[in-house]
Each structure stands twice: as C-alpha cells, then as structure tokens.
C-alpha cells in the first residue's frame, strides 16, 4: 500500500460575512502513515469553547497554508443520500430508494425539489468518467487517442450548449500508485475517437438507459462537440416529506450498473444536468450505484434439461454438480468471495449438501432483503440463477436425488 504523502499544512475554519476564520490546524504530522493507522484515519481536532460557539455561525472550509493559502475543500451545505446500501434489482422489478436531504446538517424543509437523471460508465474494466444515459444513436468524442505513448490519452467530458464546459485531465500513475493530476494539452499528434467508435469493442459499455422512472421528464441536449448532437435523455422529480425524506421509484428494464445522481432545486431555475463529469466529482456528490441483474431463462431450461439426460444414472448427483451447478453457478462466487470458505465452501459439494437447509435460506431473495447475513452471491446473482439452486436443493439435494424427470413447472412461480 502506499504511504501517506505529505500534502502540506492546513487550516479547518469557518466562512462568515465573506471572511475566512480559522479555528484549528492540521500538519503533516497529524495525518502521515503511523497516525493514520493508529487512528484508523480519524482525526480529532482540538476546539476552544469560543472555537465551537463560532462553528454554528458560518460554513466550513479547509485552506493549504502557503505563500497564497488556497481553498482546498469547502462544506456543501445540501447533502442527499439514499438510506439504503446495496441497491441490486432484477431486470422487470421495481424498487422505491429513501433518499435523505439534509442542509446544514438537518433534514431539508417539506417540498425541497430534487431532479434525478441516470448515468453510466462507457468502460467496463473499470469506473471511470460518468455519461448520462441516452436513448437515441447520438455520437460525441470520447476520449483522445496517443498512439505512439498511450499514458498520454485523455478523456473528453462534452458538455450540453447551456451547460459550462469541463477541462480534461491527464492522470500520472493510476490507482494506488495515482501521483497527480494536471490538465490535458491538446496536440498535433492526437487522435479523436467518438464514443459509436469505441462501442463495438469488447471493453465498451453502452450508456443506453438501465432504468425506467416514474413520471419521466423526456429532454433533449445539444453537445459542445464537432458532431454537435442532440441526445435524448430522460429524468424525473421528487419531493421531500416533511422528515426531509424523498422517494424514487424506478423499474429495472436492461442489466446494467447505472449510478443515479441527485439534483437539489435551490433557488428559482431548476439545476442544470451535465452530460458528463469527471470521477473526481463521484466522491462529493449525490450518487446512488446500482446493479441491475439480468434475467436467464435459457439457464433454467439448460438445467432441466441436463437433469433429464442423467437422472437415470448413479453417479447422477455428483454429474450435475461437475457439469452444471459449479461450473456454471457457484465457480464465480467461490473465486470472488474466499471468506465463504471458512463457513460454506462453495467448491464442496458434500459441505453444501450437509448445510443445504441454511444454503436455502441464505439465498433466498426475501432474505437478501431482511437480513445482513444474506451469503454474498445472494445479492450478486440473478433470479434466473437463484431459481436454478432452489430447485437443485430443494427437489434433488433434499430429497436424495430421486431418479425423476424435472419440468420447468416445478420452478417456484412468482
């Protein structure tokens, strides 16, 4: 892991009246690597009786002491954040989020306005810039193209024509080893390459719409870009209660892992909704990731159908599991989630036939919804798959493999 890098000296105050007051301050020393880990990230700041009275009295900001001291963050009086975690929906569901406003700290008044608009990421690798999710064939650049030093591509982040412009960044180092940040220069030597350019390769993403919402606001957008087009999105909005609670339905309609983002209404013109912003902004503003979960009916199917070929057979127990239900199920889980081997192994089929009662429950998707032991693969699989494990457990495990024929009628319906 990389060590905590000295990023200077720095003053938390407060802003009243125009005018910057300082109330504590923070060195190096405070939150370098050995204090890190000794608090957990924690800081504790000192604050006289007088420092705590004038923290009522104006809005935070942390300024980098220097020759020119700057503003290095600054408090957003408005926060919206959905009360829920792990937002997983199957494709034809619907789902209601709580989304809790707050200013200054306390639930928002009764009527505050929020205007919620779907984005996504175009690369499937990893969660890079976001894009508003679009349902017309509109085209834009999306990245510049370096082909003789790759490290030296730099996405495009266009704007709608009444929406200000975003400068592009270059990054040095990625991930734990990201050093810094600067702008991008533009050169003869780039090469611009539009979003339906980069869609038909296999690490692309489209940004066609995961969700439906209630009460859809259908717009239309003009980009900043050469092709200049127009792009047909769609929003809605919702209301706090007089808690300062919001709720948006949405209905799954396309796998998917879209991001809802949260626009609060404050003042006479409602916000404007940017096309595109950097993932810088992801870690400060208003969003909601989700995973919307495909349906797999030829899955169900296949399953029946490999049962019926060898039920007849002795070893008929161990084929299906080496054929079907570890390969094509519990293999992925069992490689991505390892800690479940120190409860229910998921490469072991006389474990999960001595525990398949708690496997039932454990994967059950009411339990998913009620209760925090719900085993990982849970939340991370579709019906379709939850639907050909209840069926193995529930008609062949637990019933030691009668030698019989399934239908897909003995599926459990609804």
Not at 327 to 350: A, C, T
Request: aromatic share 12%; with cysteine; proline share 8%.
């Amino acid at each position: 892991m990389a060590e905590k890098f000295d990023a200077g000296s720095y003053q938390l105050g407060i802003r009243q009246d125009g005018q910057f007051t300082s109330l504590a301050s923070i060195g190096f020393e405070e939150y370098q690597q050995a204090a890190f880990d000794k608090r957990s990230g924690i800081l504790d700041l000192p604050l006289s009786a007088d420092a705590q009275k004038k923290l009522q009295t104006g809005s935070l900001e942390l300024h980098l002491v220097g020759t020119n001291p700057e503003l290095a963050a600054a408090q957003q009086m408005w926060t919206a954040e959905v009360v829920e975690s792990a937002s997983f929906i199957d494709v034809g569901d619907s789902k209601t989020l709580q989304i809790m406003v707050q200013y200054d700290g306390l639930p928002a008044p009764a009527g505050t306005v929020l205007s919620v608009a779907e984005y996504g990421n175009v690369y499937m690798m990893c969660t890079t810039d976001y894009y508003l999710a679009f349902s017309n064939p509109a085209d834009f650049t999306l990245f510049y193209d370096y082909p003789e030093n790759r490290s030296e591509n730099k996405s495009n982040l266009p704007q709608f024509n009444d929406t200000p412009s975003i400068t592009s960044l270059v990054t040095e180092g990625t991930g734990r080893r990201l050093m810094a940040t600067r702008a991008a220069e533009s050169s003869n030597n780039e090469v611009p390459v539009s979003y339906l350019q980069y869609l038909p390769t296999p690490g692309s993403v489209a940004l066609s719409p995961c969700l439906s919402f209630d009460n859809p606001i259908r717009m239309e957008g003009i980009l900043q870009d050469p092709q200049n087009s127009a792009v047909h999105y769609c929003l809605t909005q919702i209301q706090t209660d007089a808690n300062g609670i919001a709720r948006l339905t949405v209905k799954a309609k396309a796998p998917g892992f879209p991001t809802l983002r949260f626009f609060v209404h404050d003042g006479e013109q409602p916000p404007a909704i940017p096309f595109s912003f950097p993932l810088s902004q992801a870690y400060t503003d208003f969003l909601a990731p989700m995973r919307i979960l495909p349906l797999e009916p030829q899955m169900q199917k296949d399953f029946v159908d490999e049962w019926n070929r060898i039920y007849q057979r002795p070893d008929a127990s161990v084929v299906i599991w080496e054929t079907f239900i570890y390969p094509r199920i519990l293999q992925p889980f069992y490689y991505m989630y390892p800690i479940m081997s120190k409860y229910m192994p998921l490469n072991s089929l006389e474990r999960i036939e001595g525990a398949v009662d708690q496997l039932i429950v454990l994967i059950s998707k009411e339990y998913q919804e009620e209760s925090t032991l719900a085993m990982p693969i849970t939340r991370d699989m579709p019906q379709s798959r939850r639907a050909v494990l209840e069926l193995w457990a529930q008609a062949l495990v637990k019933q030691k493999y009668p030698p019989f024929p399934l239908s897909m009628s003995d599926y459990k319906q609804g």
